[in-house]
């Protein structure tokens, strides 16, 4: 008998996909969440890459609670000066690279990658945009606009123009970019695609083919940053630098919160000719900010990120060599488990869920398993994790 709730759910909330998961939460504790029945599920999803602290982490709903009593909206967004907006710009300018040290917040991701490519293309005075085939940068009209499906395009035209397609880690193809292009965009990793890592070299090459053609590299960090990867930015894997760097997931510690961050000096394009170049009303909302703010310290004080960076390594030697399996690829917690029998994947996420394990698929890859657990899990529920994920795939 379907329960009220999700009979409700079918018939109220508006959904996309013609079969959604519909996973009925009751409560989350950690790297856990528990059905309206109690039962236990562990958590590999992660919200796509949010909760990567887990649920309910302690320090988290505190900070939240504490700025709850003192101040909720106040005022557009950039007019007031709200304490945990203000700390946290400044811990992000601390934790960043030099010139990364002025931050524009947002709700979302792809509001993020939004203010980038308006930002990209105030600064250089030029309109063409690359981005990477099979990339995913979220799903309003400029950010959709980036995406190469063309079946998926077809149907949302017209379309932002100015938008031009390269091959990620293919070093010929950085020959497309010239001094006519304003930016281009691109994921340290691939997320969507089914976690694709960029050749040993490629990010340097594309940094000085931007270099030498005047052109922005905006790095949408968007399902990487916050320490998933084992390091705190995963472009410091590949020792470059954006222009402009992308944060939201994991970087709310679980509220909505994004950011497009780069120099005064190219954000400040924003503020003249015309005045009030970006405006938004909630971007950086104050829980928000406290929640991030939250986030970091636990992520220093806990050492998260090498533990997302010696926890991959122990998944991935233990599921490598099971025989449905034919790669784990990825970095740190970020992980696509690639099955030998791409018929299986959507078998094999019900299996897990079958035994207590909640993975994912992704949007462009047919035949790798999402895996992307909290960053607080430890060796012991490392453990149980890879049992659950053997004995599920066994059933096969
Ligand atoms: N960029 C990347 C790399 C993403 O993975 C996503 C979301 N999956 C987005 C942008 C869009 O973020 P949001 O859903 O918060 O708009």
């Not at 954000?267 to 009030?276: N, R």
């Amino acid at each position: 008998m379907p329960t009220p709730l999700r009979t409700s759910f079918f018939r109220y909330v508006a959904q996309t996909a013609p079969e959604p998961d519909g996973f009925e939460v009751g409560h989350g504790k950690g790297i856990y969440l528990f059905d309206p029945e109690g039962n236990a599920f562990i958590d590999c999803i992660s919200g796509i890459a949010v909760s990567a602290l887990g649920h309910g982490h302690p320090k988290i709903t505190e900070a939240i609670k504490k700025q709850l009593d003192l101040h909720l909206h106040t005022s557009v967004y950039g007019e007031h000066i709200q304490r945990p907006q203000v700390v946290l710009a400044e811990k992000i300018a601390r934790l960043l690279p030099n010139h990364l040290n002025c931050t524009y917040f947002t709700n979302s991701g792809t509001e993020a990658v939004e203010g980038a490519l308006k930002l990209a293309r105030k600064y250089t005075s030029r309109y063409e945009i690359f981005a990477c085939r099979n990339a995913y940068h979220g799903s309003t009209a400029g950010a959709e606009s980036l995406r190469s499906d063309l079946d998926h395009l077809a149907a949302m035209r017209p379309l932002v123009p100015g938008v031009k397609h390269i091959d990620f880690s293919v070093f010929d193809d950085l020959e497309c970019i010239t001094e006519k292009t304003a930016a281009v965009i691109i994921e340290p990793i691939q997320g969507e695609a089914g976690v694709i890592l960029p050749i040993v070299g490629y990010f340097q090459a594309l940094r000085d083919r931007c270099n030498k053609t005047g052109t922005l590299l905006i790095i949408d960090e968007i399902q990487t940053g916050m320490g998933r990867t084992g390091k705190m930015w995963a472009f410091e894997h590949e020792d470059v630098v954006p222009d402009i760097l992308l944060l939201a997931k994991a970087f709310g510690g679980g509220l909505p919160l994004g950011a497009f961050i780069s120099s005064k000096e190219i954000m400040q394009v924003l503020s003249h000719d015309p005045i009030l170049g970006h405006l938004t009303t909630f971007g950086g909302h104050p829980l928000s900010c406290a929640a991030s703010l939250a986030a970091f310290d636990i992520i220093e004080e806990e050492n998260l990120v090498e533990n997302a960076a010696r926890q991959g390594e122990k998944i991935r030697a233990k599921l490598t060599g099971h025989p449905a399996i034919c790669e784990v690829r990825g970095r740190g917690l970020m992980l696509a488990i690639d099955l030998k029998n791409p018929n299986q994947l959507l078998t094999s996420v019900n299996d897990c869920k079958a035994q207590g394990l909640l993975v994912d698929w992704f949007l462009f890859n047919d035949r790798s398993v999402r895996f992307a657990p909290p960053i607080i899990i430890t060796d012991e529920e490392v453990e149980v994790v890879c049992e659950k994920m053997s004995r599920a795939l066994n059933v096969q």
